[in-house]
């Protein structure tokens, strides 16, 4: 009997590729055979995200790119976009499946029936509206892995669509988050970066805490601290609000934690920052960073920054604009705003034009790459460990990321890949925008 042939796709976020990952070894090679997405499959599961409508609109196009490929496929949707809107997506010709968080867990026993097309007639779709915490890493062959520790959110900023796809905030046990780490470095990864919806809250309902502890973030990461595997850890995104004091300090002086935050800012205006329901304003943010930079004055600071914000005037943008031209950040990710359903904010007025939008997108870009520079260019002459990436195509460089992400690259030597090297940063190649180092082993 031939294996069934199987294909994932992921949209969205390290969340999702944490668990498509995690799903994808559910399923037996004896029974099936994983083959990338782009060939030819007999399942194909789309792991979707709702964020923003270009999420929503790439999972579209997806779905037609698959059509072309094999109409007698069988496809599964998961994830946000399909816990979100599953009659919708239901109706898209193609789709077969519709499954929603708790059953997405489960998957395997949801594909045991024929694999028969059957449009016109709307897919199933499975949802019990339950949010279970899912332990989930990435794992293949990439030096580094995505391990979720927390899901779902508690906060209810008014054009998030989180809280409603993924549901409360809940956490991970210590214990089984400490036990993966473990896990994936023993596997050879050797870097793991820690994610969820909202990490800093961790400690909320936390699953398979049998001993009722209560833990925080802070008790999490000085746990981890503790192992004894080699490795690096890298946080991501982190609520300003939720980074403490005593957490900066620790990470600052710690074995595995690496000198890179990303904490999200997405207004320099007060007025749009409490349109949004965000829990600070503009001068917590700006003590946080200057705090990080005090105890660790080389750690790589990234941001998240919406424009086009109902109501957002001018001002409000040139606000934000002049805040972040002066504010010692790295780099900034740049999300035009995207009305979502179930949102507060998709009823507020003075929405702005598409033109305007995209106008702003464009000049924070700008800045965020100026930013970048500077600051890649403040480490020139310094030496640095960079992980080095697998390059199985042997070109003249083999690449990687600095303890302080800045994308690396050095001269090709195959007993480099995916081992830490000691590296001397050289200078900026304004071709490709990275660091050529030189090894110093």
Same mark, same amino acid.
């Given at each position: 009997m031939s294996k069934i042939k199987i294909a994932f796709y992921t949209i969205g976020c390290k969340l999702n590729y944490a668990e498509t990952s995690t799903i994808s070894r559910k399923f037996s090679n004896l029974i099936y055979e994983q083959v990338g997405f782009k060939e030819f499959a007999d399942i194909y599961i789309i792991n979707s995200c709702s964020v923003t409508k270009n999420a929503e609109n790439e999972f579209h196009y997806i779905?037609?790119?698959?059509?072309?490929?094999?109409?007698?496929?069988f496809v599964i949707a998961i994830g946000c976009y399909a816990e979100l809107n599953p009659k919708q997506i239901s109706y898209?010709?193609?789709?077969?499946?519709v499954l929603g968080y708790e059953e997405k867990c489960n998957i395997t026993n949801y594909i045991s029936f024929p694999l028969l097309k059957r449009y016109p007639d709307p897919a199933t779709i499975i949802s019990r509206k339950t949010y279970p915490f899912f332990s989930s890493y990435s794992i293949g062959e990439r030096t580094r892995s995505f391990l979720k520790i927390q899901d779902g959110c508690d906060y209810r900023c008014s054009y998030c669509i989180i809280p409603i796809t993924r549901g409360p905030s809940r956490s991970d046990s210590l214990e089984n988050i400490l036990n993966k780490i473990k896990e994936i470095f023993n596997k050879g990864v050797k870097e793991i970066v820690l994610t969820g919806v909202n990490i800093g809250d961790y400690g909320k309902k936390i699953y398979g805490n049998y001993n009722r502890r209560s833990y925080t973030f802070f008790d999490l990461i000085q746990a981890i601290d503790e192992i004894k595997e080699e490795g690096r850890i890298r946080l991501s995104s982190i609520e300003p609000n939720l980074l403490?004091?005593?957490?900066?300090?620790?990470?600052?002086?710690?074995? &595995? #934690?690496v000198p890179h935050f990303h904490i999200p800012l997405q207004s320099g205006s007060n007025y749009i920052l409490g349109k949004m329901q965000r829990r600070y304003n503009i001068e917590l943010y700006k003590d946080k960073i200057k705090y990080i930079l005090h105890?660790?004055?080389?750690?790589?600071?990234?941001?998240?920054?919406?424009?086009?914000?109902?109501?957002?005037?001018?001002? &409000? #943008?040139?606000e934000t604009y002049w805040f972040l031209e002066k504010l010692n950040i790295s780099s900034l990710h740049v999300f035009s705003y995207s009305n979502r359903p179930k949102t507060k904010s998709i009823n507020f007025n003075h929405d702005l034009s598409k033109k305007i939008k995209i106008q702003r997108n464009k000049i924070l870009r700008n800045l965020s790459k100026k930013k970048y520079i500077s600051f890649c260019e403040r480490q020139i002459n310094k030496k640095k460990v960079v992980l080095v990436e697998n390059n199985r195509l042997k070109r003249k460089y083999l690449y990687g990321y600095t303890e302080n992400y800045i994308r690396t690259k050095i001269l090709f030597n195959p007993i480099f890949q995916n081992t830490f090297q000691k590296v001397?940063?050289?200078k900026l190649d304004p071709k490709d925008g990275m660091m050529i180092a030189k090894s110093i082993a």
């Open positions: 779905i037609r790119t698959l059509m072309h490929k094999n109409e007698k496929a898209i010709k193609g789709v077969d499946l403490k004091t005593e957490c900066i300090e620790f990470l600052s002086k710690s074995n &595995h #934690f105890c660790a004055p080389d750690a790589y600071i990234g941001s998240d920054v919406i424009v086009g914000f109902p109501g957002e005037t001018h001002q &409000h #943008f040139l001397i940063l050289m």
